[in-house]
């Protein structure tokens, strides 16, 4: 309270400042409502299909049947550690925390190699981008449907033309110490290009001059690349990230096409799990409890990088 | 050597001679061979005749006598035409919806000033990360609640709010100078007026870059559609040439899965080649899809 403004009287404090709040609130929304009105249409699907689905694993995963007719009954955390102590969950969960790093680090690496050697605009560099982003393009049913036949044991593509390099074929889908490799081959090949385009992106802020002035200074391009490109593009290394580790949650359509999570839950990732449980058991608790821990895990990730993406879509 | 001389001719002076650039230069070439090599076999596969036999199969050499068999095979087993159809819809269906939320709430954040708007943003933010597929399986009850198992609308309805298209929208609108809605304002034009004649046509741009990156993902989506459906007349194209695919490997009909495949790509790759600058720039601001 400024000194201008005078105090008000005792006596008319006990019902006026609550009625002038009540006001001020009224006041506040009716100045709001045209905003409000317009963010109804996305509000009421995000309230359906996000928030509200949320709502809806959350509940879903305290309940169970006994038989598949019987009517639900509360169990409880019961759903919870059922998924928790079935081995083809913790399976599921390995195999993807081994498929994120293993898909994300060399798909990664190869699309800053790829943003590196492309990063100057002449003819030849861009039908080589295009080439390096063709994979990201199709649906992966269908990357997964060429790689059915480059994975194919004895005639398929790989084994026509390496395999007479290597004394013994390894049964690329069929050997489950080799499968989820192979399934990894897919996501890379499809994801590079894609993370090569954030990375084209980054290197246009870094400075010419500075590189040449480093150049100048007697360093040479791992020099340059270490202490002035790499820690220019810190902001886009955190970025692609995020959508590889997502990526790495959310696409299994080559598993359900090429493997269907096997050979012996070799190649069963969560999402996979989740999709099984629902759709083959009809076990709806079960699937709900692995979804809501695979939420738990994605809220992790976003508290991580939630300021990240906050800034990159230019704050609230 | 001189066409490596023309490829780094606008290098600066001093790195022209250095040897690594070149050597990762190499590496991605030979790499982009590699990465064209399953479409390569795609097309040659989808041409080669039966008769080649099983063994000729991964051969890269085209065969001396192409036939389009394959073509007219995968053409009579899977229905593609109807499937084509189906995914145009779903496409098509979730665009013309999303339009109408990106740009009604893009503008709510660009220009409106309201009560509650950072939690709200937040909770658009969040939508990033919570990507619907994750959510297939509540989603997927609610849908059959509203009546909309086995039908098209089912598999759109989870799409029709983006948080991504909103957050582009926003950006677009707030680069539009106030002074022309001030104008308009003065005609006497009603918010809805000034969004659909000034703020709409002036961002034309990034509704063709959110066009592409909805139809490319939404052409692509399978798990979900694959949930909802269960009419084969009602399949999109990627359900579709997954159970296409599974008939023809039980007969190891490589060829047919082949021709198949290529028809299944063949629109995006075509609309891809000729409008590729676009099709670059719309996925770098997509971060995510």
């Known amino acids: ?316 | 050597m001189n066409l490596i001389d023309r490829l780094y001719k606008d290098a600066p002076l001093a790195t022209r001679g250095e040897i690594t650039p070149k050597l990762g230069f190499a590496l991605t070439v030979l790499l982009a061979i590699v990465w064209l090599i399953p479409f390569l076999w795609m097309v040659v596969a989808t041409l080669r005749p039966a008769s080649d036999g099983i063994n000729a199969m991964a051969e890269l050499m085209p065969s001396l006598k192409p036939t389009l068999d394959n073509v007219r095979d995968a053409w009579e087993i899977g229905d593609f035409p109807r499937y084509t159809i189906n995914t145009t819809i779903i496409c098509t269906g979730i665009l013309l919806v999303q339009f109408v939320t990106i740009t009604l709430a893009g503008f709510a954040f660009a220009r409106l000033d309201f009560a509650g708007k950072t939690p709200i943003f937040y909770l658009f933010l969040m939508q990033l990360m919570l990507v619907p597929v994750l959510l297939i399986v509540p989603n997927l009850s609610l849908v059959a609640q509203l009546g909309l198992y086995d039908t098209l609308t089912g598999v759109m309805m989870p799409f029709f709010a983006s948080a991504f298209g909103t957050f582009l929208m926003r950006q677009a609108f707030e680069a539009i100078p106030t002074e022309l809605e001030d104008a308009a304002l003065i005609d006497g034009a009603s918010l809805l007026q000034r969004i659909r004649h000034i703020y709409v046509p002036l961002s034309m741009p990034s509704f063709s870059a959110f066009a592409i990156i909805s139809v490319t993902s939404h052409w692509n989506d399978f798990l979900w559609p694959l949930m909802v459906i269960n009419s084969p007349d009602k399949r999109p194209l990627t359900v579709g040439l997954s159970v296409f695919t599974k008939t023809a490997e039980g007969t190891q009909a490589w060829g047919t899965i082949a021709a198949g495949t290529l028809m299944v790509i063949a629109p995006l790759l075509v609309v891809f080649l000729i409008f590729q600058k676009r099709f670059i720039s719309s996925f770098v601001t997509s971060g995510i899809k």
């Open chain 1, 1 to 316: 309270m400024s000194l201008a403004e005078p105090a008000a009287l005792p006596v008319a404090t006990s019902a006026a400042p609550r009625l002038h709040l009540l006001k001020r609130f009224m006041g506040r929304f009716r100045a709001s409502l045209p905003a409000y009105l317009l963010l109804l249409p996305s509000l009421v699907f995000l309230a359906l299909f996000t928030y509200g689905a949320m709502g809806r694993v959350f509940v879903d995963a305290l309940y169970q049947r006994a038989t598949p007719k019987a009517p639900v009954r509360f169990v409880g955390l019961d759903n919870i550690s059922a998924v928790l102590a079935d081995p083809a969950f913790t399976g599921a969960v390995t195999n993807n925390l081994i498929y994120a790093v293993g898909t994300a680090v060399p798909s990664i690496a190869l699309a800053l190699l790829f943003a590196l050697a492309l990063s100057r605009t002449h003819a030849v560099s861009s039908a080589l981008r295009a080439a390096l982003f063709l994979p990201v393009l199709i649906p992966m049913v269908a990357a997964s449907a060429l790689f059915l036949f480059i994975f194919l044991p004895n005639v398929g593509l790989l084994d026509y033309y390496i395999g007479r390099l290597l004394p013994v074929l390894p049964n690329w889908l069929g050997d489950p110490d080799i499968a989820l490799y192979a399934i990894m081959i897919i996501t890379i090949w499809k994801n590079a290009g894609y993370y090569m385009l954030f990375f084209l992106a980054g290197l246009q802020a870094v400075p010419e001059d500075v590189m040449e002035a480093a150049h100048l200074d007697g360093a040479g391009p791992y020099m340059r690349l270490r202490h002035i490109i790499l820690p220019e593009l810190k902001p886009t290394f955190l970025f692609v990230t995020v959508i590889a580790t997502l990526n790495a949650v959310t696409q299994v359509d080559h598993v359900f096409v090429m493997t269907q999570g096997g050979p012996s839950n070799a190649t069963n990732l969560v999402l996979f799990y989740i999709y099984q449980q629902a759709v083959e058991h009809y076990d709806i608790g079960k699937a709900s409890a692995a979804t809501l821990l695979t939420l738990a895990a994605l809220m992790g990730l976003t508290a991580l990088s939630f300021r990240t993406m906050a800034n990159r879509e230019g704050g609230p």
